[in-house]
Structures are given as C-alpha cells and as structure tokens.
C-alpha cells in the first residue's frame, strides 16, 4: 500500500493551497480517504475524510475553507484549501481506511502559512 500525498508548501495568509494523494494497493472505491494533520507540539487531528459513498466529513475548524474530494479513475484524494491561516501550518497527512478496517497514512506533507 501507497498512499503518495503532494501539493504543500508556503503560502500567504489568506491564500490556498490543494493537497493531492496518490493512493495504490488499496481497494480505493471502497475505502474511506482523509486528511489528517499534526501541528509542532499538538497531536495528529483529522481534517477531512470522504467515504466510499463520496459523503464528506470535515473537522469543526474547516468551517467551509476547505473541500475534499476525490477522483476514482486516477485514484486520488485532493484538499482544496482557501482563506489559510497561521493555525492552518501542519504537516498535512493522506489517510486511508480499508473496507477490512485497516489504516494506512501517506508520508506528510508541510503546510506553511505566513502571517
């Protein structure tokens, strides 16, 4: 199992940011993908997930900033990010659950946001 995660780096406050994960060795129609960050000295939260049924989730924080989505064809879970903030930099994290409930996380991604 795979889980590429892509698409961080440094932005502006106010600006956005799209996080991209390649997912292979999974059943990926049937698994549920997220998002997940960790903060320096905080513990890993989760951000986003959509299920298998495409039904979104998002952390209270999100408050309609951001959109997850994914595409089945090319196996991919993307972030879309708008209106960052300081309290959004974290090294973003590609998470998948498998229909057999096993956990897989991709290899982070750094999201700076300046102020």
């Known amino acids: 199992v795979q889980l590429q995660a892509s698409g961080g780096g440094l932005v502006q406050a106010g600006g956005s940011l799209t996080l991209s994960c390649a997912a292979s060795g999974i059943v990926f129609n049937m698994a549920t993908l997220g998002w997940y960050r960790q903060a320096p000295g905080k513990e890993r939260e989760l951000v986003a997930s959509?299920?298998?049924?495409?039904?979104?989730r998002y952390a209270d924080f999100v408050q309609g900033r951001f959109t997850i989505s994914k595409d089945t064809a090319k196996r991919t879970v993307t972030l879309q990010m708008t209106r960052l903030n300081a309290e959004d930099t974290a090294v973003y994290y590609c998470h998948a659950r498998t229909y057999a409930m096993d956990r897989y996380w991709g290899q982070g991604t750094l999201v700076t946001v300046s102020s």
């Open positions: 959509i299920t298998s049924g495409r039904d979104p």
